[in-house]
């Protein structure tokens, strides 16, 4: 089959960590007969530089007529002073509202042969880490009326976290549907003990589970969720909230699974269309940009993420995850996940490895 992939390689190590993607990709449509057809396109930070914008309308254009975009890095130091609308960061939310992408899924697994790395007390891992988060991607105080005004103790600012059933809905509906497929268990995050949208979300998950009998459903509080994700990260299996909430979680489950370097993540909308990219996607690392010592595994997962939601190509997507597990097994580390013992590669070596592992 054939396949139009939107590449935006983007700022910092993006450009090197996707080079090492399209090696994969390129493989697996040797081996499985396959023809990937790639578009480069500008967005965030170089866009800035080039374009004075973050987002071209013709990198929109080529996304919106693409089959899936598939992103390196977005983000740096350089552009942290412009206003809102002109950060790199703009591109991201942009194409996440314009492309529909209202699910962001992002898995943290704690891969075997990183058991050691993981920062936490092996006895509260025993269980291992295998969680996805499904965060709603474009609602909430990311896209709610929001401004700046005159009060009457001086200026003040607001970004209003308002949230629909129907938007709640077919978020829950997305966590339930891909819990059948795991461990059968949901744990929507929350703050209804003090928020009127976190009621109606509480309410509405509620609702929506009752077509989902036999998955388990758990509602706890934000506070509570983040203190649990780290002495019980065994106990959860799909985990729901909201834009901002999903955020924050995110990045701590990020931070406990050995290397955040490998984590993948997939934005996807109501049509196959979707956008996949680096968990950590504002952390572009520019300082050791171009110096080939970049971890790609990241973007490579989330290719991998790119065939199984938007192409249905599952059983390539796991070719994919077994040629990096077994890289990982075989000691293979990029300097940022380098402990003693194991074998020093660069971020072009780490993709050949993947490369030459793959197979049917
Ligand atoms: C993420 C990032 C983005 C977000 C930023 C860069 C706008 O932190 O994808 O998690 O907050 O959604
Ligand atoms: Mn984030």
Same mark, same amino acid.
């Given at each position: 089959m =054939?396949f @139009?992939v939107?590449?935006?390689?983007?700022?910092?190590?993006?450009?090197e960590?996707?080079?090492?993607?399209?090696?994969?990709l390129?493989k697996?449509?040797?081996i499985?007969?396959?023809?990937? *057809?790639?578009?480069k396109?500008y967005?965030?930070g170089?866009?800035v +530089? *080039?374009?004075?914008?973050?987002l071209?309308?013709?990198?929109?254009?080529i996304?919106?007529? #693409?089959?899936?975009v598939?992103?390196?890095?977005?983000? &740096?130091?350089?552009?942290s002073?412009?206003?809102l609308?002109?950060?790199p960061?703009?591109?991201?939310?942009?194409?996440r509202?314009?492309l529909?992408? !209202?699910a962001n899924?992002?898995?943290?697994?704690?891969?075997?042969?990183?058991?050691n790395?993981c920062?936490?007390k092996?006895?509260?891992?025993?269980?291992?880490i295998?969680m996805?988060?499904?965060?709603?991607?474009?609602?909430?105080?990311?896209? $709610?009326?929001k401004?700046v005004r005159?009060?009457?103790?001086g200026?003040?600012a !607001? +970004?209003v976290?308002?949230?629909?059933e129907?938007?709640?809905?077919? /978020?829950?509906?997305k966590a339930?549907? /891909?819990?059948?497929?795991?461990? *059968?268990?949901?744990?929507s995050?929350d703050?209804?003990n003090v928020?009127?949208?976190?009621?109606?979300w509480?309410?509405t998950?509620?609702?929506v589970?009752?077509n989902y009998?036999e998955?388990?459903?758990?509602?706890?509080y934000?506070d509570?969720?983040?203190?649990?994700?780290? =002495?019980?990260p065994?106990?959860?299996d799909?985990?729901?909230?909201? @834009?901002?909430f999903g955020?924050i979680?995110a990045?701590e489950?990020s931070?406990?699974?050995? #290397?955040i &370097?490998t984590?993948?993540?997939a934005s996807? $909308?109501?049509k196959?269309?979707?956008m996949?990219?680096p968990n950590?996607?504002?952390?572009?690392?520019?300082d050791i940009?171009g110096?080939? %010592?970049?971890?790609p595994?990241a973007v490579?997962? #989330?290719?991998?993420?790119?065939?199984r939601? #938007?192409? @249905?190509?599952n059983?390539?997507?796991?070719?994919?995850e077994?040629?990096?597990s077994e890289?990982?097994?075989?000691?293979?580390?990029?300097?940022?996940?380098?402990? +003693?013992g194991? *074998?020093l590669?660069g %971020?072009?070596?780490?993709? +050949?490895?993947i490369? =030459?592992l793959?197979?049917?």
């Amino acid at each position: 089959m =054939k396949f @139009n992939v939107a590449l935006i390689p983007g700022d910092g190590i993006g450009p090197e960590a996707i080079e090492q993607a399209v090696k994969v990709l390129d493989k697996v449509g040797e081996i499985f007969s396959h023809e990937f *057809k790639y578009t480069k396109v500008y967005a965030g930070g170089s866009a800035v +530089d *080039k374009y004075d914008k973050p987002l071209p309308e013709e990198t929109l254009d080529i996304c919106k007529k #693409s089959d899936a975009v598939l992103l390196g890095a977005i983000g &740096g130091d350089k552009w942290s002073n412009l206003p809102l609308n002109k950060k790199p960061e703009k591109a991201l939310l942009t194409l996440r509202k314009e492309l529909g992408l !209202y699910a962001n899924l992002r898995p943290a697994v704690l891969q075997r042969s990183l058991k050691n790395d993981c920062p936490l007390k092996s006895e509260l891992v025993k269980d291992g880490i295998d969680m996805i988060i499904i965060r709603e991607l474009t609602g909430g105080m990311y896209s $709610g009326e929001k401004g700046v005004r005159q009060g009457k103790d001086g200026k003040e600012a !607001y +970004d209003v976290e308002c949230y629909s059933e129907n938007t709640v809905r077919r /978020i829950a509906s997305k966590a339930f549907e /891909i819990a059948l497929k795991r461990r *059968k268990k949901v744990t929507s995050i929350d703050k209804a003990n003090v928020l009127e949208s976190s009621m109606l979300w509480r309410n509405t998950v509620n609702e929506v589970a009752k077509n989902y009998p036999e998955v388990e459903l758990e509602q706890i509080y934000v506070d509570s969720a983040s203190m649990k994700i780290l =002495k019980n990260p065994g106990a959860f299996d799909v985990v729901l909230a909201s @834009n901002a909430f999903g955020d924050i979680i995110a990045d701590e489950a990020s931070q406990i699974v050995g #290397s955040i &370097g490998t984590l993948p993540a997939a934005s996807l $909308g109501e049509k196959s269309l979707g956008m996949f990219e680096p968990n950590q996607i504002h952390s572009s690392v520019q300082d050791i940009a171009g110096k080939n %010592t970049a971890n790609p595994i990241a973007v490579i997962m #989330s290719s991998a993420m790119m065939l199984r939601y #938007s192409f @249905n190509l599952n059983e390539e997507a796991s070719a994919i995850e077994k040629a990096v597990s077994e890289t990982l097994e075989n000691g293979y580390r990029t300097r940022d996940m380098m402990t +003693d013992g194991m *074998k020093l590669v660069g %971020t072009r070596e780490m993709g +050949d490895v993947i490369a =030459k592992l793959l197979s049917k």
